[in-house]
């Protein structure tokens, strides 16, 4: 995988970050996945190997890990999911343990629309994975991938 530099996303990670998390941070990033894709490799485990890139900790072997999860059918979220759950994150607020918000709703709704746009129409969106530093009280987020790029837009925070 390789981090894209592309002048909008990173204009958009300035932005994002120019709202601070009152006791976190963010983790923001785009990728291409074209090697992955050229390798061959099952959808489950280019998906495997995105989120491990995200993550802020060290994955176990996979032969350690519970293999009867599915990327797909257990993290997998429509659109209309994906922005509800992005707007909750990032506006924050007492409704998901933070203390105030950091974000107002259409702002964080335009920052939805716009990451949105960094994929092709029939891109895909996990959220649920607990990416990040598990000391925080809070990982939560959207990873969006399509054929060509993943991305992430994640909050980790205490409350």
Known sequence: MTPVNDPAFN???RELESY???CGYYIIELLSIAE?????????RILEQVFEYFDDETWP????CNTGRSWDSDYRIDAKQAQGQLIDVLTGGVHIGCRRP??????????????????????????GMGLGNPEYALQHGLVAVDNA??????VVEDA
Not at 36 to 44: F, I, P, T, V, Y
Not at 61 to 64: D, E, K
Not at 149 to 154: D, K, L, N, S, T
């Open 149 to 154: 790029r993943a991305g992430i837009v994640w």
């Open 61 to 64: 072997p996979l032969a350690q």
């Open 102 to 127: 950091t974000i107002d709703a259409q702002q964080a709704r335009n920052f939805f629309e716009r990451f949105e746009r960094f994929f092709a129409a029939d891109s895909c969106y996990y959220s």
């Open 36 to 44: 992955l894709k050229r390798l061959g490799l099952a959808r489950e």
């Open 20 to 22: 601070p998390r009152l």
């Open 11 to 13: 204009a958009f990670r």
